[in-house]
């Protein structure tokens, strides 16, 4: 599934998809609308014979038999007070189990652990058993009963559970059943550090680029109408201008409020929502402070080529200043994420990379080797349930993160900045993606984005465009699909005017189409 990867309390904004979708169709061409008495091994245990494993005591053998079969006479048990007073004498113990050639006794329940866990279990949705019920060789697996046997074996065991929890009985209890046996050295050292503490890291490490990054990264707390989150956000300008994910803030759009917090400081400073923009799941906030704000260096994202090295900075799951490395694994990725209005919107031209990213990292930064950002933090895809790419229940990383070009979120940042929203132009039409195996035309057959139904007064109307033209170009850009036909749109701004060649009755025409700004319901 594919996750929006802000941390929401009680809900989560998962978004993430498998890639591209050459064959999507039914899409507006603009974009978006809106076992009972067994006893098991303790957790220490390993297979026999392996080293390692505590010596397990041999097979007792009963009374030895006469020559003639028959069993060695053994005097009457004493009776009354006597028998009650009488008991073996007291043996020395081994430190695991029962000594050679001493009886074995049967199991006695346990006396009661005050180091264990509460009784009442927790509930495991991943159907991992609770703590204490796991196999007999497995760490963590439900302790063995400590066989009763003689009374000193007993207070014995019962030293040892409290010694591996107390370091200093510990080391008392241990000396005393090694009897002086060696094993400790008074004088024990391991040495000074052989080097200082204090480490120069070159910048452009990986170290000295997220020293430098993370001042300009802060940790986001929505508390909204909408509902409670947390993401992260990357600080654009000296003046308090943080650029996050529309998706991390969109829940305090109708009231609420909004704090950010710098890595290493305790201090939430209240912040603003300066506009919104759920097209390209960007969103501009200001930090409410007259104080100058260290701000981050913007890069290149057309720049990137697979496999550059990359480093996530953010707050996944709250916890703030957290990097991860990896490589751009793919680029230009068509990602279907989900809206507010649990529509599909896609993410065009996004990053993919394997850097570790999860939720609570949205709106962090991807930065390059030289700590630039190239890209905003915005989806990844996980295993989880809840449906392709979104759904309740949300997962980690699995190496498949997207983010959304810095190139785009520059431009749309500004606009953002300027006039408090961002537009973005239309066409005016809804369409249909058409392959050349389900066009039914034979060898005239064309690819493209058929037109199912125009937006009244919009572009296409305008231009004379009708029902059922096959949009196969628009300028100089090949249109085969309908997200083609939206990142041909994209290129351009509200009032250009485009060439768009279509195909009607068999026959290729083109025609001016001045573009119109998008209009989201």
């Not at 132009?425 to 993606?433: D, E, H, L, M, V």
């Amino acid at each position: 599934m594919l996750l929006a990867n802000h941390t929401e309390d009680p809900m989560t904004d998962p978004r993430h998809e498998p890639g591209p979708d050459p064959g999507r169709t039914g899409a507006g061409a603009d974009g978006p609308a809106g076992g009972a008495g067994e006893t098991k091994a303790p957790w220490w245990s390993r297979p026999g014979g392996q080293w390692g494993a505590p010596q397990q005591p041999p097979e007792q053998p009963g009374p030895q038999a006469g020559a003639q079969g028959q069993p060695r006479y053994q005097p009457p048990a004493p009776q009354g007070q006597q028998a009650f007073q009488q008991h073996p004498p007291a043996q020395p113990q081994p430190p695991y189990g029962y000594g050679y050639g001493q009886p074995q006794q049967p199991p006695q329940p346990p006396a009661a652990d005050p180091w264990s866990r509460p009784t009442t279990q927790a509930t495991f949705p991943s159907g991992a058993q609770p703590w204490g019920a796991g196999p007999p060789d497995t760490l963590g697996a439900a302790p063995t009963p400590a066989k009763q046997g003689r009374r000193g074996v007993g207070t014995a065991a019962a030293v040892l559970a409290t010694a591996l929890l107390a370091g200093t009985a510990g080391g008392a209890v241990g000396a005393r059943w090694q009897d002086g046996g060696g094993l400790l050295d008074p004088s024990a050292s391991l040495g000074s550090p052989t080097s200082s503490a204090s480490v120069d890291r070159a910048p452009e490490s990986v170290a000295g680029i997220a020293a430098k990054v993370m001042q300009s990264t802060v940790s986001i707390a929505v508390d909204g109408e909408g509902g409670r989150g947390t993401g992260s956000g990357v600080v654009i300008r000296s003046d308090g201008y943080v650029l996050t994910n529309n998706h991390v803030v969109a829940s305090a759009a109708s009231g609420g409020t909004i704090t950010v917090t710098f890595d290493g400081a305790e201090q939430e400073l209240p912040a603003k929502i300066v506009g919104l923009d759920p097209v390209t799941d960007l969103a501009v906030l200001q930090v409410q402070t007259g104080e100058q704000m260290p701000a981050a260096t913007l890069g290149q994202s057309g720049a990137l080529v697979v496999g550059d090295p990359v480093i996530a900075i953010g707050s996944p799951l709250g916890l703030s200043g957290t990097v991860t490395t990896g490589i751009v694994s793919a680029l230009n990725r068509t990602v279907n994420t989900p809206s507010e209005n649990g529509q599909s919107n896609p993410l065009f031209n996004a990053i993919q990379t394997d850097a570790a990213i999860n939720p609570g990292n949205s709106g962090g930064a991807l930065v390059n080797a030289r700590g630039e950002v190239v890209g905003i933090n915005s989806a990844i895809a996980t295993l989880g349930g809840g449906g392709s790419f979104g759904g309740e229940q949300s997962g980690g990383s699995i190496g498949v993160g997207f983010a959304i070009p810095i190139d785009e979120a520059r431009s749309v940042a500004e606009e953002i900045i300027r006039t408090g929203k961002a537009t973005h132009p239309s066409i005016g039409i809804s369409a249909n993606t058409v392959k050349v195996a389900n066009s039914g035309q034979g060898s005239n057959a064309r690819e493209g984005a058929l037109i199912r139904s125009l937006t009244p007064g919009g572009a296409a109307a305008g231009a004379g465009l009708q029902v059922n033209d096959l949009i196969v170009k628009l300028d100089d850009d090949e249109v085969t699909s309908v997200d083609e036909l939206i990142l041909a749109t994209r290129e351009h701004k509200v009032g250009d005017t485009v060439t768009v060649t279509y195909v009607r009755d068999g026959r290729t025409q083109t025609t001016q189409v001045v573009l119109k700004e998008l209009r989201r319901n």
